[in-house]
């Protein structure tokens, strides 16, 4: 189905906050995991113990040093990338047989391994690199949205999720509908500004990345800096435990037990 | 891009193919009836060979060959499957006009009509070859105005070059023939190099900072993998800036050599339109695979390209 | 168009398994709960467990690779016996039997003449309940596990302080923490616990602070990331108490009642008493008590005796609190933030602000939850008032000589602010907090070995005098590796690092059997690989290896393996029982204890066998008595499941805590359950207790907790403990070292006992630094932990090793410049001790005096059934061929082991080096050892 939905019911997508990514993996391993034996399967390997090995992978963590205007040191981030489930993505339309899909329904873009024709086609179209062709099967892989966990009656409602979304130790990956304004999606894409990536390409992703907070290590107003003092600082201290000895927080009552076997041995 | 063989044969030879076969259309146009058998034959054979060839070079690349079929299905929305179907139509009718024009069937009334089907049909099949790459944002030295007429005028050339030969050999050859040759030649030099300078001088107009949104201070710290991938492998070729230079100059050097070549049949000898042949499709060999390797994907920005 | 209709159809129902059974991750030393599903006995998805205490469901890069570890073709697939030279890869298949009888030949011979000949060392297992107590059994001190070379400054300057550790032993208060300081952790053993609890601040907006060289990771998204110097720590946490003394910013009260800041220390230089606790005929220490002007024994009740003074004992001696020597020690010129400032490599004005946030929210900030408390005087408390300040640190601190100190300064400073233990603070785990020190003492003197007798106790302990380390007449050391030495005193976990090397040296001795269990000893757990393989290949002069037989459990075709005479191939961990104890390092919550299992999942398709059965059935062929039966009969005939359920250590404390007593009632202590297993099973692998809410907070001085604990069999009586600010113990090895007591130090370790041993922490240059020369060697080399990858277990596994098949070397861009060096270029790194060769990268994110790469990505040729050009040998790298075991001469021509000089803990990130760019461009790491022969493969 090559053409594209006029709308879709829903947008599902991802939302990734490189403010909270450390860059472990956990995500890029879990989604290998799940993927490599559930409707994407294989995920294959090649040359897995040789001098390249290769293998198709549906989530890459990449990690960037950002020189920030204004500041004189950079910033390592840490930057998971997948399929972003664009809402007019030209990986669909170029493709041949109609392998290629977006669901009117959700907004997943799919492949279809049945008739795809492997020619690879549809990854020179997609700008993110989302697409990796599984040389053992012959078809395009890319990320499903986990599209066979997240309707799955298999798991309890709290793991119908992406298994890297579940997989995610610090939480930096969400997952909704990003066409629902008042999800927690979106909303956590309007309070902290999430952005598509190469917007000048026109393909609109669905999944967002929020940007990394600015730093808080300038000092903080109300938090008066502890100076440098003349004097001996000792006999200040000795001045202060002083009036420490007289104004220790009482204490609301006695407990009658007796405690002093507590003090020996 | 990964300057793949299979699809450098593909085009080019399809490209070659298309020409021949388009101008074996335009030879019907204007002269009806092809005044040999074995002329007509033989250089419908060629022109179907080098397209079959092309067209089975790039099935063959694919993960499923076996379902090549189901390329022509998205007519309406791919390139790809619309040049699909441009090749498959343009066989009947390329094989019905063969069949009037060499007077293996007569009925000469349609040799006109299906002369003119024919080279449509195949203009139109190169022009959905270039639309394939045009159409692609992703890699902006494709993205170009140039990239169709290129492919187009480049079918044009190496199919006149083919036809002379192939002329001399069944002692058909006309000057006319070099002359179509020259000019298209010509054009395709024209169009390359403004093509190259265009692209040389083109403002890189996505970034990293773009890619990854993280702005303009941005560069590549840790790969997500240490060994290549397929996005690596496939779009991640990189030539270098001296021997693409040298490989230019290369095809200026052959497409002049094939003008020579093609001058001196004129003047000389036919049979040194063979010269010709083979210098225009090495040219178009080497400026395939330039086309390719030249060819940076938007992607190479997430694996630390700062601008493309 | 309707598009619906002609999508094709999606199958969301997928069930690709028949079952799933949950156990315990072993990709790494966390321990985190998974979900195995499993179709036809094949395993198909590894999830994380949401019902387990550890991870709540999450898993990590490593734990979601655990098929690609279980099916690894590097699995040993049957018990081996060395047939060639060492090291020359020939081995031959033998029985298990044959295997069993071997060993049980070479280690009989041992047992009935020496047992010290036997050093039996585990790497990073969990299983070190059994492991120790079998050593004992057998009767050798030569027994530790992988602490040594790791964490045992953590774990000691933690347990000498304030009873519980940074370590695996305690943990932030994520909840409600709102600043949190984390010193040198690129991962840590808490590895999925960190980044959950990251993830929770940054979504609270609680600020994080990371000090570290090195940007990376989890200082990249700290909110402030401080590039410190390597090794220079404690002079920036002394800067911290520093100001916060001179501003008075420090909670009193705290300091007061809970911790030995009041008591008195005798100043008495010279004497034989001076610097200790001044203590009442029964032992108990003196606080002054100025309304009666006279000593009260601390923590009477009503009394509240001043923090700082001098005094005079009734018996004339001179008394002084140990607050006013901590107090006079940090606000001594020496650290104040401006002159520790260039040598930390931070800005002054930046510790000053530091040390302002600090107070600001430990003191303005400050929270009260709801919940009433106890305290061990029976003053109530109607509040929990907490201090949301939250630190740890692990390696970064721990792996340099001054660790140790310097671990002991941060906890000075958790404490002068009041925030262990209470909400906000960081939080003990239980069986801890111990008392400081725990209360065991490590066996193995002289008169406690003896043929075919058992150890009167364990052989790691903690020592409180000099009097209970384990060397003879002369001060020389009874172990193997010197722990408990004069070079080492309070070595904790032991010294894996120096076994090696000691033994080919005879010193102290010769041992007969070197017994090893996972652990990579050969390779990137060696400092000094190329002497490290010498050592295990070195030959006497009647051509018999110096260490005579070596005994080695793995699961793969590692490194090590290749240097043993004799391999008892394990199992992989989805394919064994298991149990994570509370005697060992527990995966306790802060809100209660937990432990768990590991139980089989699938089972071994190879003639393998799980190691802990292994050493039961052994123990057992050696006639060890905790493993026979008075008949004569194995003791455990089932094994380890069967030792796990059915060992006790003491009447109705076993190696589980769950489930115990008739029916699985009882929680901590009760009798032997059979079913134990099976309810731990039923529960998903584990078991969690909740501590009452009265209790769960400020532990160490709680009345409820400390009953609590007691019942539970946590501690042997409810005693309050008291944080350790000034050590005592540190003092008497100082006495000693002047020569008061009756074990003295020879005389020419007397200095370095005497300087180091301070009772307080102090900072003082790591010690590779101060020895070798600044301008031969003017940058520091350390390593990091790749979150994706465990140790060498990670890089054979086929997932993880396309993330990270090979290494670099980073380098700041300015220094970069300065050497010359561009991005990608090839370069030698140079010490004192050796060279490599390795390519650089360039980074701006780390300190300019340092460079890094990711730990043990480097494989030796031949391993691990890699490729002969696999990147990882082609390429990959390890800083451990320039790290030396032994420290450059001191006078008098001895070389110390390269270690922290009070527990041992070995110095890895102490290394000094420079880099060069090379002549030689070729893109080969160097140096090449020679290319192991490949094991055949399992399958
Ligand atoms: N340069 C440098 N060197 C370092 C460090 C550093 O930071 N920098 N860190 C040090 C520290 S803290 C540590 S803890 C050490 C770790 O170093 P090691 O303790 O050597 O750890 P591993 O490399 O994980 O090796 C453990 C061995 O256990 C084997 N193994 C894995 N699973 C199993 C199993 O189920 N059963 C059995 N029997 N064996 C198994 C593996 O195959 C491997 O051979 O490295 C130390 N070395
Ligand atoms: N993924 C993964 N997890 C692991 C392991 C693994 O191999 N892989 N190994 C486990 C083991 S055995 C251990 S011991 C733990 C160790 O866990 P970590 O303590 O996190 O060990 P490292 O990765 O060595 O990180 C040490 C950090 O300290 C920094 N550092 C070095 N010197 C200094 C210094 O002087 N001051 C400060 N402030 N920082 C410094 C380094 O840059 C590095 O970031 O991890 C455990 N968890
Ligand atoms: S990210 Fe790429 S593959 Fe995914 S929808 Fe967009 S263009 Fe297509
Ligand atoms: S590779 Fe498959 S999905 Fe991609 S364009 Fe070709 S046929 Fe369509
Ligand atoms: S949603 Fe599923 S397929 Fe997509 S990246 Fe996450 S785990 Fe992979
Ligand atoms: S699992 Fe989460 S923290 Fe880890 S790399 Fe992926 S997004 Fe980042
Ligand atoms: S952190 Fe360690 S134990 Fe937990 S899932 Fe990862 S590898 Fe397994
Ligand atoms: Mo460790």
Redesign the interface.
């Known amino acids: 189905m090559t053409s594209l939905p006029a709308t879709t019911g829903k947008k599902l997508g991802l939302v990734i906050d490189l403010d909270i990514c450390v860059g472990c993996q956990a995500c890029a391993t879990s989604c290998k995991e799940w993927n490599g034996q559930g409707v994407s399967a294989p995920l294959s390997d090649d040359n897995a113990r040789g001098p390249q090995p290769m293998g198709t992978w549906l989530n890459r963590i990449h990690g960037y040093e950002v020189q920030e205007e204004g500041r004189d040191d950079s910033r390592i981030v840490h930057f998971p990338r997948s399929c972003l489930h664009c809402e007019t993505p030209a990986c669909v339309t170029v493709c041949p047989t109609g392998a290629s899909y977006k669901r009117a329904e959700d907004g997943i873009v799919l492949v279809n391994p049945e008739t795809c024709i492997g020619c690879k086609l549809c990854s020179w179209a997609c700008p993110y690199g989302a697409r990796e062709y599984d040389y053992a099967s012959g078809v395009m892989k890319k990320c499903t949205l986990c599209v066979d966990r997240i309707y799955n009656e298999n798991f309890v409602p709290e793991d119908r999720v992406p298994a890297c979304v579940k997989a995610c130790p610090t939480g930096a990956r969400s997952f909704g509908d990003l066409g629902d304004p008042n999800s927690d999606v979106s909303t956590l894409v309007a309070e902290r500004g999430g952005y598509d990536l190469f917007p000048e390409m026109g393909y609109k992703p669905t999944n967002k990345y929020l940007p990394p907070r600015p730093r808080r290590d300038k000092a903080i107003a109300g938090i008066e800096p502890l100076p440098a003092q003349d004097g001996s600082a000792l006999d200040r201290l000795f001045a202060w435990a002083d009036k420490l000895m007289t104004s220790s927080r009482a204490t609301a009552s006695v407990n009658p037990a007796d405690v002093s076997d507590r003090l020996e041995g | ?1 990964n300057p793949a063989y299979s699809v450098i044969l593909f085009t080019t030879s399809s490209g070659a193919g298309y020409g021949l076969l388009a101008l074996l259309g335009l030879v019907g146009v204007q002269h009806g009836q092809a005044s040999s058998l074995a002329f007509a034959l033989v250089a419908l054979f060629i022109a179907l060979a080098l397209i079959t060839v092309g067209l089975l070079s790039s099935t063959f ?5 076996e ?2 079929w ?5 007519w ?6 619309r040049e ?1 179907v441009a090749a498959v139509v343009t066989y009947p009718v390329a094989l019905a006009f063969g069949l009037v024009w060499s007077g293996l069937v007569d009925w000469p009334s349609l040799i006109g009509p299906l002369g003119w089907a024919t080279a449509i049909m195949s203009g139109v099949t190169v022009f959905c070859t270039g639309k ?1 790459y045009s ?5 902006p030295q494709w993205h170009h105005g140039l990239t169709v007429p290129v492919y187009l005028v480049f079918g044009l050339a190496t199919g006149a070059a083919l036809l002379a030969p192939i002329a001399t050999l069944f002692g058909r050859f006309q000057w006319f023939q070099i002359v179509l040759a020259v000019v298209a030649l010509v054009a395709v030099l024209i169009l390359k190099f403004a093509y190259w300078h265009s692209i040389d001088n083109a403002p890189r ?2 970034s ?1 900072a ?22 690596q ?3 991640g070729y990189a030539v270098a800036r001296r021997h693409a230079q040298k490989l230019r100059r290369l095809v200026f050097l052959l497409l002049a050599m094939a003008i020579v070549f093609a001058v001196l049949a004129a003047l000389l000898s036919p049979w040194l339109s063979f010269g010709l042949a083979v210098a225009a499709l090495a040219a178009a060999v080497i400026e395939r695979w330039l086309f390719f390797a030249e060819a940076v ?3 190479n920005l ?2 630390g390209l700062a601008n493309a | 168009m309707n598009e619906s209709m002609s999508q094709p159809v999606v199958n969301t129902q997928i069930k690709t398994w028949d079952e799933i059974k949950t156990t315990t991750c072993y990709m790494c030393a966390c321990r985190c709960g998974i979900k195995v599903y499993l179709k036809d006995g094949t395993v198909k998805y590894i999830e994380g467990n949401r019902d387990y205490p550890v991870n709540k469901g999450v898993i990590c890069g490593k734990g979601a690779s655990g098929i690609m570890q279980h099916y690894s073709p590097a699995r040993l697939s049957a018990p081996l016996i060395r047939v060639g030279e060492r090291g020359k890869g020939e081995f031959k298949e033998i029985s298990w039997e044959e295997a069993l009888r071997t060993a049980t030949m070479w280690l009989s011979q041992v047992r009935s003449s020496d047992p010290r000949k036997l050093a039996f060392f585990t790497g990073r297992d969990q299983s070190q309940g059994l492991t120790g107590w079998w050593a004992s059994q057998f009767g050798t001190p030569n027994y530790a596990a992988h602490g040594g070379f790791c964490s045992v400054n953590m774990a000691a300057a933690g347990l000498y302080t304030y009873g519980g550790s940074f370590w695996e032993f305690g943990e932030p208060d994520w909840k409600h923490t709102k600043y949190f300081l984390l010193f040198g952790v690129a991962e840590d053993h808490a590895s999925n616990p960190i980044k959950m609890g990251l993830g929770k601040l940054k979504k609270r907006g609680a600020k994080i602070v990371s000090v570290n060289p090195v940007k990376t990771g989890y200082s990249a998204i700290a909110d402030e990331w401080i590039g410190i110097r390597p090794g220079t720590d404690g002079l920036l946490v002394g800067a911290l108490i520093h100001v916060l003394l001179a501003a008075q910013k420090i909670d009193g009260e705290y300091l007061t009642r809970f911790t030995n800041a009041p008591w008195l220390i005798i100043e008495n230089p010279g004497g034989a008493d001076d610097g200790l606790v001044a203590r009442n005929t029964a032992g108990t220490p003196l606080v002054y008590d100025p309304q009666t002007q006279s000593t009260k024994v601390a923590g009477t009740y009503g009394i509240n005796p001043p923090l700082l003074g001098r005094f005079l004992l009734a018996d004339g001696r001179k008394v002084v609190t140990s607050f006013t020597l901590i107090a006079e020690r940090f606000l001594s010129k020496g650290y104040a933030p401006e002159a520790v400032s260039e040598r930390c490599g931070v800005p002054a004005d930046t510790i000053r602000r530091i040390a302002a946030e600090l107070a600001h929210t430990a003191f303005e900030q400050a929270i009260e939850i709801d919940i009433p408390w106890t305290d061990y005087l029976g003053r109530q408390y109607e509040t929990t008032r907490g201090r949301p300040v939250a630190m740890h640190a692990m390696r970064g601190i721990s792996a340099h000589s001054n660790g140790f100190q310097t671990c002991r300064s941060i906890h000075l400073l958790q404490i002068i602010l009041g925030t262990i233990d209470c909400p906000g603070g960081t939080r003990y785990k239980p069986p801890f907090p111990k008392p400081i020190p725990p209360g065991v003492k490590p066996a193995g003197k002289a008169h406690q070995v003896k043929p075919n007798t058992p150890l009167p106790g364990p052989p790691l302990g903690f020592v409180t005098s000099p009097d209970d380390l384990l060397v003879d007449a002369e001060g020389k050391a009874l172990r193997i590796d010197k722990a408990y030495s004069w070079e080492a005193p309070l070595a904790a976990h032991g010294m894996m690092h120096m076994v090696i090397n000691n033994a080919a040296k005879g010193d102290p001795y010769p041992i007969d059997v070197l017994f090893m269990y996972m652990a990579n000893m050969s390779w990137n757990s060696a400092m000094n690989v190329p002497d490290t393989i010498a050592a295990l290949t070195a030959k006497r002069d009647d051509g018999e290896y110096v260490i005579p037989h070596i005994i080695y459990s793995d699961a793969y075709a590692s490194e090590m393996v290749h240097y043993a005479d004799l391999i008892f191939p394990d199992t992989t961990y989805l394919e064994r029982w298991d149990c994570i104890s509370l005697l060992d390092r527990p995966i306790s919550e802060p809100e209660g204890p937990a432990d768990s299992i590991r139980q089989p999942v699938v089972q071994p398709d190879r003639n393998v066998r799980p190691f802990q059965d292994v050493l039961i059935d052994l123990g057992y062929r050696l006639g060890l008595p905790g493993l026979t039966k008075a008949d004569g009969t194995p003791r455990y005939p089932g094994g380890y499941p069967d030792y796990i359920v059915n060992h006790e250590r003491a009447p109705g404390l076993g190696p589980l805590a769950g489930f115990r007593g008739p029916g699985g009632k009882a929680s901590g202590r009760g009798p032997v359950n059979p079913d134990q297993l099976q309810q731990y099973i039923d529960n998903g692998c584990h078991w969690f207790q909740e501590i009452p809410d009265r209790a769960k907070y400020y532990r160490h001085v709680n009345w409820d907790y400390l009953d609590w604990a007691t019942f539970m069999g946590f501690l042997a009586r409810p005693e309050p403990i008291i944080h350790q600010l000034y050590s005592e113990p540190l003092q008497k090895f100082r006495l000693a070292a002047r020569g008061h007591g009756t074990v003295l130090p020879p005389p020419e370790h007397r200095r370095r006992v005497e300087t180091y041993f301070d009772p307080m922490p102090f900072w003082y240059p790591p010690f590779e630094e101060e020895q070798v020369s600044g301008t031969e060697f003017p940058m520091h080399a350390i390593t990091q932990r790749p979150m994706a990858m465990y140790h060498s277990w990670g890089s054979q596994n086929t997932w993880l090793r396309q993330i990270l098949g090979r290494n670099w070397l980073y380098i700041h861009g300015n220094r970069a410049k300065a050497l010359g060096v561009a991005d990608g270029d090839w370069v030698n790194v140079i010490s004192h001790h050796g060279t490599i060769k390795c390519q650089a990268k360039l980074m701006e994110g780390q300190d300019d005096s340092t460079v890094w790469t990711w730990n043990a990505i480097g494989k030796r040729s031949g391993t691990w059934a890699l490729d002969a050009n696999a990147p990882e040998s082609k390429k990959g790298f390890l800083l451990n061929h320039l790290i030396s075991d032994l420290l450059p001469e001191r006078e008098g021509g001895y070389r110390y082991s390269n270690s922290d000089p009070i527990t041992g803990q070995a110095a890895w990130y102490d290394l000094r080096v420079r880099v060069e760019r090379c002549a030689d461009q070729s893109a080969v790491s160097e140096p090449k050892f020679e290319r192991l022969k490949p094991l055949r493969r399992a399958l």
């Not at chain 2, 690349?61 to 060959?65: N, S, T, V």
């Not at chain 2, 773009?210 to 996005?231: C, D, K, M, S, Y």
């Open positions: 891009m690349h694919l993960g499923h060959p379902r090549a189901r390329a022509f299905s998205q309406r929305s791919s390139w790809l499957s699909g394939i159409s692609l944002k992703t890699i107009k996505h990293m773009a890619a990854t949104g993280l702005g303009p201070g941005v560069r590549q710290w840790e790969v997500p993998h240490t060994n290549i991938n397929f996005i492998k496939e779009m994907h938007v992607v997430y694996y």
